[in-house]
């Protein structure tokens, strides 16, 4: 049971419409306690499970006026130890308030020098790792690489509707996928790549298994962000395989082989389909939505129009691998190419 503490300041007046509010949930432990100015503090000890809730409920009475704000915290521990309840092993969907995911995605999201570097550095180290069939530098250049941040951000901007948070992630992966290219085609130029190299034979065919792996990493992801159980996101990282396709992709485009190339691009650009559709999925099954209900009409309309967009190329995608095979799509590339 993860637990939450959440803080607000209101005005004296406010008393009795804040007990009467808070009565209605199910909280661990609320007090309210007098401060200077004609002003209370109102503490509250709720499972992750009621913050949302009782978040819109404050934003709703109290949170819009002037210089008011509501605080959340984790909680590691608490003594006493509060007693695990019969409705923590019920079968509900257990998440993270919204404001939580937003602040957390949100972050992860933004294109900072920080995310640049590390981005240029997990390129530089999938590089070597995929000329000298480097599995254990690969596997490192995966969990350093940020763009899952972006990838599940985008996606959780179409559920909730929002037009900033998908600009910022949006942005984000265009750099990251721009900086890899530029750099890992640069590397490509400068020394000599064997396309018939293990680890890059491995990121020019698209198969159903990396289909499944894609799919299931991509599900795997918003579950691991909704939950707030970063300890697997490292995993998902190395499944979902997002920079390895790209990085080939630039390092045979710098050794001019280009047909390959497109192999490796169209492994990169499955995978991030895969991962957007499973998000949005994911996001929809555990009933994340905007608060206000101008908003969701809004937001269901990104959402499903985000859905329809990617399933078609994801049907796209998985004609192209049962109907045709790999030597058909060689055959088209090469056509394209030529």
């Not at 920079?243 to 630039?250: D, M, N, Q």
Request: with cysteine; glycine share 6%.
């Amino acid at each position: 049971m993860a637990l939450r503490l959440i803080e607000m300041v209101i005005k004296a007046k406010d008393l009795e419409k804040a007990q009467t509010l808070l009565a209605g949930f199910e909280l661990i432990e609320y007090k309210i306690l007098s401060l200077n100015n004609n002003e209370l503090l109102v503490r509250i000890i709720s499972d992750s499970d009621q913050n949302e809730a009782v978040l819109d409920a404050l934003e709703t009475h109290f949170v819009k006026r002037e210089g008011a704000r509501a605080l959340i915290l984790p909680i590691t521990s608490t003594l006493p130890h509060v007693a695990v309840s019969e409705a923590a092993h019920s079968p509900t969907r257990k998440r993270m308030s919204r404001e939580e995911l937003y602040e957390e995605i949100k972050n992860q999201s933004l294109c900072s020098w920080v995310y640049i570097a590390m981005v240029v550095l997990s390129t530089v180290v999938a590089s070597f790792g995929l000329r000298e069939n480097g599995i254990v530098m690969i596997i490192g250049a995966m969990v350093i690489a940020p763009m899952l941040g972006p990838s599940i951000g985008l996606a959780f901007s179409c559920t909730l509707g929002d037009l900033n948070l998908m600009r910022n992630a949006l942005f984000s992966l265009a750099v990251s996928i721009t900086i890899t290219i530029l750099l890992s085609t640069g590397l490509g130029i400068l020394v000599h790549v064997d396309p018939y190299t293990h680890e890059i034979a491995l990121r020019t065919k698209l198969t159903w298994a990396e289909f499944a792996v894609a799919l299931s990493s991509g599900f795997a992801g918003a579950l691991a962000f909704t939950t707030g159980t970063s300890a697997i996101l490292i995993g998902v990282m190395v499944a979902v395989s997002l920079l390895p396709p790209l990085v080939t992709c630039g390092l045979l485009l710098g050794s001019g082989d280009s047909i390959r190339a497109l192999d490796a691009l169209s492994l990169y650009w499955m995978n991030l389909i895969c991962i957007s559709i499973a998000s949005v999925l994911v996001f929809l099954f555990q009933g994340i939505h905007p608060r206000r209900w101008r908003e969701r009409k809004f937001a269901t309309k990104t959402t499903y129009l985000a859905i329809i967009i990617w399933g078609v190329m994801l049907i796209a995608s998985a004609i192209l691998i049962f109907y045709l095979g790999h030597e058909g799509i060689q055959t088209i590339k090469k056509n394209l190419v030529h």
